[in-house]
């Protein structure tokens, strides 16, 4: 019988190399590959623990089989309240049942998801709001055991979001009995709001031109309109400046504008807000009063058109 030579780890079965490992190497090299296995998984393991996320491990059944110490934070509950405890103690009936359906379609279809929000109780029964996101996590033969994923807090986010929606909601409140007409647009001059008197005015309603640019500046008037809005940019505000703007229905009108742009949450401009006033009537008063001032200024030199004015 030929006499085998011993195996020894060679270049050729490294990983990654179409070699085994096992049973290949020295056993100073197997020393080796098992420390480096090891400093791995307690890096990793030192890293989870010390991310402001919190993230977990559950089972099919939802229940919290392993968790870092940002979850038990962002839960306002300790590490042992927690242990084998289900999702659905931590949120009311409701989001518990959210809970139930989206796990189990992440479990139908093994597609997860990222971002989803939750409502949360804790200990104390106040309210927190996280982001969850989750995958499906399977064991070697492809079995389906459970899910990971990652949670973060943003009560304060979603805190702050419910106030600038209800301050954005007094703010159109008082805008809607504004008798002059307004216009919020964002930054790329689409429109996002205009009040009841703007549509009085020229015809269009919000829902006409909601997340549109408005029709309404004249070919004559185009130079003079981005002219404005660089003026605008720059300076931030304009106070007072008469132009021409269309109908709905073609008419043209005399406007004087005054516009500002605004930030809601940075201090990067978020939009511009235009206030239009039509000075029409009053344009077409101001001529008939001038026509009649130079006609009365020159009835002394033809006394024969004073007649015409005796009315």
Same mark, same amino acid.
């Given at each position: 019988?030929? @006499?085998?030579?011993? =195996? #020894? %780890?060679?270049?050729?079965?490294?990983? !990654?190399? /179409?070699?085994?490992?096992?049973?290949?190497?020295?056993?100073?090299?197997?020393?080796?590959?098992?420390?480096?296995?090891?400093?791995?998984?307690?890096?990793?393991?030192?890293?989870?623990?010390?991310?402001?996320?919190?993230?977990?491990?559950?089972?099919?059944?939802?229940?919290?089989?392993?968790?870092?110490?940002?979850?038990?934070?962002?839960?306002?509950?300790?590490?042992?309240?927690?242990?084998?405890?289900?999702?659905?103690?931590?949120?009311?009936?409701?989001?518990? @049942?959210?809970?139930? =359906? #989206? %796990?189990?379609?992440?479990?139908?279809? !093994?597609? /997860?998801?990222?971002?989803?929000?939750?409502?949360?109780?804790?200990?104390?029964?106040?309210?927190?709001?996280?982001?969850?996101?989750?995958?499906?996590?399977?064991?070697?033969?492809?079995?389906?055991?459970?899910?990971?994923?990652?949670?973060?807090?943003?009560?304060?986010?979603?805190?702050?979001?419910?106030?600038?929606?209800?301050?954005?909601?007094?703010?159109?409140?008082?805008?809607?009995?504004?008798?002059?007409?307004?216009?919020?647009?964002?930054?790329?001059?689409?429109?996002?709001?205009?009040?009841?008197?703007?549509?009085?005015?020229?015809?269009?309603?919000?829902?006409?031109?909601?997340?549109?640019?408005?029709?309404?500046?004249?070919?004559?008037?185009?130079?003079?309109?981005?002219?404005?809005?660089?003026r605008l940019l720059d300076e931030k505000i304009v106070l007072r400046h008469e132009t021409r703007r269309l109908t709905k229905d073609g008419r043209v009108l005399d406007v004087v504008l005054r516009a500002g742009v605004f930030s809601e949450s940075s201090p990067e401009p978020s939009g511009e807000l235009v206030i239009l006033r039509d000075i029409t009537q009053e344009k077409r008063i101001a001529r008939n009063n001038d026509a009649m001032l130079r006609l009365s200024t020159a009835l002394p030199e033809y006394p024969e058109l004073g007649g015409l004015l005796d009315y």
């Open positions: 019988m030929k @006499e085998e030579k011993p =195996k #020894t %780890f060679t270049k050729s079965s490294q990983p !990654g190399e /179409g070699g085994e490992i096992a049973g290949d190497r020295h056993p100073e090299d197997a020393y080796f590959m098992t420390a480096c296995s090891r400093l791995s998984g307690e890096r990793y393991q030192a890293f989870v623990e010390n991310i402001g996320e919190g993230v977990y491990e559950v089972d099919i059944h939802g229940n919290f089989l392993y968790f870092n110490n940002s979850l038990c934070r962002i839960f306002g509950y300790s590490r042992e309240e927690i242990q084998f405890q289900s999702f659905a103690k931590f949120m009311d009936e409701g989001y518990a @049942e959210r809970t139930f =359906k #989206t %796990f189990n379609r992440i479990y139908r279809t !093994g597609r /997860g998801f990222s971002d989803l929000l939750w409502k949360i109780i804790d200990k104390e029964g106040k309210e927190r709001y996280i982001e969850l996101s989750a995958g499906l996590i399977t064991n070697r033969e492809g079995e389906r055991i459970g899910f990971r994923g990652i949670v973060r807090e943003v009560t304060e986010k979603v805190a702050a979001q419910e106030a600038l929606r209800r301050s954005e909601k007094r703010y159109r409140t008082l805008l809607d009995f504004v008798p002059y007409p307004i216009v919020v647009f964002s930054l790329d001059g689409r429109v996002t709001y205009l009040n009841p008197a703007f549509t009085e005015t020229f015809g269009w309603t919000l829902e006409e031109l909601a997340g549109k640019t408005i029709p309404y500046v004249p070919p004559d008037q185009e130079m003079d309109t981005k002219q404005i809005l660089r």
